[in-house]
Each structure stands twice: as C-alpha cells, then as structure tokens.
C-alpha cells in the first residue's frame, strides 16, 4: 500500500497483485555458488564478484545509490527450512535457537549481508561481500547504517546489587 500523496519528483509504482512471502522480490542475485555446501558462511568485501540484479519496475529506485561505498543488501534464503527453531549449527549436539544463531535456518529466512560497492551499472550493482546462493531473491537495499551512524555500545552484563 502506498500513499496517495506524493511529494516533489517522487514516483510511484503499481504493485503487484501479491507477493512473495507477503513481500515483493525487487530483483535477483548472481552469484558463483550453486549449493549451500559451496557457499561461504559469510560474505568477505575481498570475495568474488556478484551482481545486484534489479526488476522492472523497482529499477528508478536504484538513483543515487551510486553515492555510497558500502551497501545492506537484504534477501530472502529461499532454500533454506523455516520449521527447525533449535538447531545444532556444528553437529556436536550443541542446541541453539534460531534467534540467537545468523545461520539461514530460521522461520523467516531472511539474509542480510553488508556489502561493497564495485559499480553501478544499468539496473545492476555489482558487488563484493555475499555469501548467498546463485538466483537469491533479493528483497531490498539499503545505504549501510553503520557509515552514518555509529554501532551499538556493547551492552554491559547486568548484576544484581548485593543485598
């Protein structure tokens, strides 16, 4: 749903009837794995090239992205379960719940990766730093948070006053 007001030089776009996952891929991500076992468990800013390919009609959002080095990229882990919420990330038998892991197996499999920028090109961004399966759907993308605000303090263990 969007607003019926727009403000100066904003565009609108007609939705599509629905969406995935109750959301709207907006693109594709190219990348050189073709299985989970190949994939890297995290993105690396010296790792191989891939590319932010952008659908029509999401493309026109791609304006001024060119400006900012490092980017959010958000994805949707298509291949990866979304019924298991304790897990064994190491197979020792060591139980973890979804929430406290970054692995992709979690009830809403949505990756995040912090990227850098190589170029911008077309309805394309080519990028380094990702660590997804070659044809991830890409949900969004955003500047990186951390360049314009700094990272949250580290919280400090809580202690219960003696009494």
């Keep these: 749903m969007h607003s019926t007001r727009l403000r100066t030089n904003e565009v609108a776009v007609t939705l599509p009837e629905e969406g995935d996952a109750s959301l709207f891929f907006v693109g594709k991500i190219r990348t050189p794995w073709k ?21 029509e009609p999401w493309a026109v959002a791609l ?10 990229v958000l994805y949707w882990l298509h291949q990866s379960p979304r019924d298991i919420v304790l897990l064994s990330p190491a197979d020792d038998g060591e139980i973890h719940g979804a929430f406290s892991l970054r692995a992709p197996v979690r009830p809403n499999p949505i990756g995040t990766s ?24 890409l949900l969004d993308i955003k500047p990186d948070r951390s360049l314009s605000k700094p990272l949250a303090p580290v919280r400090k263990r809580f202690s219960i006053p003696a009494v």
């Design 114 to 137: 912090i990227v850098k920028v190589e170029r911008v090109s077309g309805n394309s961004i080519v990028v380094r730093g990702l660590d997804c399966l070659d044809g991830t759907p």
């Design 35 to 55: 299985s989970r076992a190949d994939t890297p468990r995290q993105g690396s800013e010296s790792g191989p090239l891939c590319t932010l390919e952008i659908s």
């Design 63 to 72: 304006k001024g992205v060119e400006a900012y080095s490092q980017l959010e």
